[in-house]
């Protein structure tokens, strides 16, 4: 069964600090993965999705790498603001369970203090 | 352009009670999910429907049903809710929902609906 971890649970940061935020799943078997934005009460916002066969992604400020070999991906944000402070998940997307499931990790909660 | 809209946006319900959660897209998308989020758990797939017509069961269906009344529309039914149903439930379609692109892959959330069942 495919499981999707994400550590830490919370991390708070200065603002201006470039940082990381670590995806692992336990299955390599997968179509894509996703990086989501969730804001408190709210709904989730897509950043970037990496295909299989890709190892990175990149959207301003944002850029997504992905190892299946090893079950890895991240999220390196460059130059935090406080305005990044949201909870940001990863989902894979499985091959073999059905062609739409995705599995998401619980998230990691990033705080960017002035 | 609304994208992915959910109603109601809160709701209690008693044991016992049911009721239909609705969601709707207008931006043409062929496939629409439901999923549940619980606190420490992430998101976990309750149904999804691949194209209009077609409805198929994700990793928690137990306790649901669901209906796709249209290409823009899916709803959510409980018809006897329990505790263990208290959750947030979130909307989310994608243009394509099988092996497509980047693009048609990516999937877009509505705002949620928080649902406790006493």
């Known amino acids: 069964k495919q499981e999707v971890t994400q550590i830490p649970a919370a991390l708070s940061v200065p603002e201006g600090e470039n940082l990381v935020l670590n995806c692992s799943f336990t299955?390599?078997?997968?179509?894509?993965l996703q990086w989501f934005r969730q804001d408190p009460g709210k709904g989730l916002t897509s950043l970037l999705l990496?295909?299989?066969?890709?190892r990175e992604q990149t959207s301003g400020r944002l850029n997504a790498s992905l190892d299946k070999s090893s079950g890895r991906s991240t999220l390196y944000i460059a130059a935090s603001q406080p305005g990044d402070s949201a909870t940001y998940l990863c989902?894979?997307?499985?091959?073999?369970?059905?062609?739409?499931?995705?599995?998401f990790g619980a998230g990691t909660r990033l705080t960017v203090k002035p | 352009n609304a994208g992915v809209t959910q109603t109601p946006k809160f709701q209690v319900l008693k044991t016992g009670q049911s009721m239909t959660l609705q969601c709707a897209q207008d931006?043409?998308?062929?496939?629409m999910y439901w999923y549940r989020q619980d606190p420490g758990m992430g998101l976990r797939l309750i149904y999804y429907?691949?194209?209009?017509?077609?409805?198929d069961k994700g990793e928690v269906p137990n306790g649901y049903n669901v209906s796709r009344l249209n290409k823009r529309e899916f709803s959510l039914r409980l018809e006897s809710a329990a505790p263990s149903q208290t959750s947030v439930y979130f909307c989310?379609?994608?243009?394509?929902?099988?092996?497509?692109?980047?693009?048609?892959?990516?999937?877009?959330f509505g705002p949620g609906t928080r649902l406790t069942v006493l």
């Open positions: 989902a894979v997307k499985v091959i073999w369970y059905n062609n739409n499931d995705m599995r």
């Open positions: 299955d390599s078997a997968i179509y894509n």
């Open positions: 931006m043409n998308h062929n496939s």
């Open positions: 429907s691949a194209s209009e017509g077609t409805t």
């Open positions: 990496i295909q299989s066969s890709q």
């Open positions: 989310a379609s994608s243009e394509r929902g099988d092996r497509g692109t980047s693009s048609t892959d990516t999937q877009y």
